[in-house]
């Protein structure tokens, strides 16, 4: 018996839907919610488990099941409860991955199962509003500590700022919606809630750090962030669908890590950078928590003259680090050096991902004059 229900469950695993986990997509999920009929991967049953009086979890091959439980697995699955849990996501709510960090999981978890915010239109006003305030802990731009600032976000005036005093008449800054992007740095920041936040000051990409000790609280800053940015969008590109404007509204970087670099002679010696690719913008730091970039590099597609080589032109000197990279653009080459053969693997897979990308009529217009990497 215990044998015909395992195989019932594994069969339920082929169904559509039930192939990936319903919470992040992961693929082959073999762990389930007994109490709300759904299978999911090992790394969201772990987040299920905090919730038990919501979600009850047990292994699909090594755990015992009762007859009454595998019939209750039948008669849900995945779609169902996606039909039931998700049937008012917002087009701005970012729905994590299993790529995502734990934070951003466990919130989409909780918010669906626990807080039901996707049942109750009204349980979604935290961030979709368009309007937000609250104390944030932020990074000193010069000193690296972190201090409690009042932010306040408003749709209306299409800007994030924030005030060195809660009483401040004068925000310290004002970040435009229209070229505001958030990514969740957990690792980077040294704080499991940590958010990086970049802005445009004067034409030069700006950082700012921040998290809040409350999970929920800066998951709904961040997509309180993206509802603006997608109400800005619908204005900005009447014509576009949701699904032109969603994958607009918060961007990873595309890769970020350590890579040597040399200035535009190629006679100077190499230096050790922390890099980022934003989209078509290689930016590089001193150091990762940075407030600017020390310079940038627009990375255009190979239509428009751009190749990425593996190694370095066999005159070059003075690099520690053995695994090179060649960047050609039209009007010069930069030249990178990795530490390991796989740091230079994923580099240049970064690269050729965005090379090999043709490049739409707005970003002609943002690439920069004159590249500005020394």
């Known amino acids: ?122 349980k979604q006003e935290p961030y979709s509003t368009g309007y937000r305030e609250g104390l944030l802990w932020k990074r000193g731009r010069d000193n690296g500590q972190f201090l409690s600032r009042k932010f306040v976000l408003t749709e209306r005036e299409g800007a994030l700022k924030y005030f060195n005093k809660n009483d401040a008449k004068e925000p310290k800054a004002v970040m435009k919606i229209e070229h505001l992007n958030a990514t969740f740095q957990p690792a980077k920041i040294g704080h499991p809630h940590g958010l990086q936040v970049t802005y445009l000051k004067d034409n030069s990409t700006r950082n700012i750090f921040i998290y809040h000790e409350d999970g929920k609280e800066i998951v709904d800053w961040f997509n309180a962030l993206r509802a603006a940015r997608f109400h800005y969008l619908q204005v900005a590109f009447p014509g576009a669908s949701d699904a032109d404007l969603v994958p607009k509204l918060s961007r990873n970087y595309l890769k970020e890590g350590y890579m040597e670099k040399t200035g535009p002679k190629q006679t100077e010696g190499f230096r050790k950078r922390w890099f980022t690719m934003d989209d078509r913008r290689l930016m590089y730091f001193k150091d990762p928590l940075d407030a600017f970039a020390r310079g940038e590099v627009f990375i255009g597609s190979k239509e428009s003259g751009y190749t990425v080589l593996e190694g370095l032109p066999p005159s070059t000197q003075s690099h520690h680090w053995p695994h090179g990279i060649t960047i050609v653009t039209p009007d010069r080459k930069f030249l990178f050096t990795c530490e390991t053969e796989s740091d230079q693997r994923e580099w240049i897979a970064a690269f050729q991902k965005v090379v090999d990308r043709p490049m739409l009529p707005q970003e002609y217009a943002e690439k920069p004059a004159h590249e500005n990497i020394q």
């Not at 997509?25 to 969201?44: E, H, K, M, N, R």
């Not at 995945?78 to 995502?100: I, L």
């Open 1 to 122: 018996m215990a044998g015909e229900r395992r195989r019932a469950l594994l069969e339920l695993l082929t169904r559509p839907g039930n192939s990936r986990c319903a919470d992040c997509g992961a693929p082959d999920p073999d762990w389930a919610s007994y109490t709300l009929g759904v299978f999911i991967c090992l790394s969201c049953s772990g987040i299920h488990r905090n919730i038990p009086q919501v979600s009850k979890v047990k292994s699909v091959r090594l755990d015992a099941w009762d007859e009454t439980q595998v019939e209750f697995m039948t008669s849900h699955g995945n779609e169902a409860a996606r039909a039931t849990f998700e049937s008012k996501v917002p087009p701005f709510y970012y729905r994590p991955t299993f790529s995502d960090c734990q934070l951003l999981r466990e919130q989409w978890i909780r918010a669906k199962y626990e807080r039901q915010e996707f049942l109750h239109v009204e």
